[in-house]
């Protein structure tokens, strides 16, 4: 039975959308222009990616990978008004964007062990901050009672021209698939959110729309 969220003690902008919509850069613009802090969720499933592979733990093994999580120190932090992580010890940061974690995180970011723990680990960010949370759930299941939501969207050439832009191997239209067709908490438009097509803006002129439409 789905239990009535609580009420949040500070503010939430939820952004979502799928890879490559430019919702990073417009969350982390828009995070310094409300001065909330930004937080990456993309990064959490990437993290446990990574440290699936380090630990030479396969991604389609749901129940290591789920022991692995639990049995490591996996620490959620802020600094300078941006999430950060901590890993065995270890800032993963530098290492999340690779061509293997990227090839792998959808299978990852499908366990729902996985995402349970990554959920409960998000919602704690919000006990003392306000926040410009982005992700691809974030308006649907992790806080689906803030009334900011927008989903950024654009069109699959956009989106992955700007991939290659950034020097990324990306296969966006499996991760896409996959990432929407999951059981657990599937990339959707969440109730009430403002969607923004970016094909045509500007990362300004989205950052711009958002506060215009949600009133911020
Ligand atoms: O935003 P990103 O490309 O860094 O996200 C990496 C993957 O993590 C993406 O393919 C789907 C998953 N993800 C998720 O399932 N839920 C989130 N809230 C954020 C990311």
């Not at 290591?64 to 802020?78: I, K, M, R």
């Not at 290492?95 to 995180?105: C, D, H, K, R």
């Not at 959110?193 to 439409?213: C, K, Y």
Request: net charge neutral; aromatic share 4%.
């Amino acid at each position: 039975m789905e239990t009535t969220p609580s009420p949040l003690p500070h503010k939430v902008v939820a952004i979502d959308g799928p890879a490559a919509s430019g919702k990073s850069t417009v969350a982390r613009l828009l995070a310094r222009r409300l001065g909330y802090v930004y937080v990456n969720t993309g990064a959490m499933y990437r993290a446990v990616t990574w440290l699936a592979l380090r630990h030479g733990v396969a991604p389609s093994d749901a129940a290591a990978v789920g022991a692995l999580l639990d049995a490591t120190p996996f620490e959620c932090g802020v600094a300078a008004n941006e999430s950060t992580l901590r890993v065995e010890g270890v800032d993963p940061a530098p290492f999340l964007n690779g061509p293997e974690i990227t090839a792998n995180v959808s299978a990852i970011a499908a366990i729902p062990h996985v995402r349970e723990v990554l959920v409960a680990r998000q919602r704690e960010f919000v006990l003392r901050h306000d926040l410009v949370m982005e992700g691809r759930d974030i308006g649907t299941v992790v806080f689906p009672q803030t009334r900011l939501k927008a989903y950024i969207d654009a069109s699959e050439e956009v989106r992955a021209a700007r991939r290659s832009a950034q020097g990324i191997r990306d296969n966006l239209a499996h991760r896409d698939k996959l990432d929407s067709s999951r059981a657990t908490a599937p990339l959707k438009v969440a109730d009430g959110a403002v969607v923004i097509d970016s094909t045509f803006l500007t990362i300004e002129g989205v950052v711009d729309e958002v506060v215009q439409r949600l009133g911020l």
